[in-house]
């Protein structure tokens, strides 16, 4: 089964920009959307964007649309999510995943990283 590690996660000052990644642990990766959530602290996990498998249409939250892009390299067999214009309420773990299709129902994701922590303040 996959595996992921996110990583580029830390502390930026409001305004900021941060770019995380998604590394897959093997090949297979072009098979599958994968989607970006985060958990602020008390609140519950949320989509952030996905990016589908074979026509890599992309999809965003809202809160994020025109700050944060997705993309993907399946050759490296990594996912990106390049968050810009970074607010204190972006704050929160977070985690990539895999399904089989872009999917609002989390419970549709079968791979999930650990989570790598972002923190926006000044």
């Known amino acids: 089964q996959l595996q992921f590690v996110e990583s580029g996660g830390g502390l930026v000052q409001p305004g900021g920009s941060l770019r995380l990644s998604c590394a897959a642990s093997?090949?297979?990766?072009?098979?599958?959307?994968i989607g970006w959530f985060r958990q602020a602290p008390g609140a519950e996990r949320e989509g952030v964007s996905c990016i589908g498998s074979s026509d890599g249409e992309t999809y965003y939250a809202d809160s994020v649309k025109g700050r944060f892009t997705i993309s993907r390299d399946n050759a490296k067999k990594t996912v990106y999510l390049q968050m810009n214009s970074l607010k204190p309420e972006d704050t929160a773990v977070y985690y990539c995943?895999?399904?089989?299709?872009?999917?609002?129902?989390?419970?549709?994701?079968?791979?999930w990283g650990q989570g790598t922590q972002v923190t926006v303040s000044s």
């Open positions: 093997e090949l297979g990766l072009d098979y599958y959307a």
């Open positions: 995943a895999a399904a089989t299709r872009c999917s609002g129902y989390q419970n549709e994701y079968m791979y």
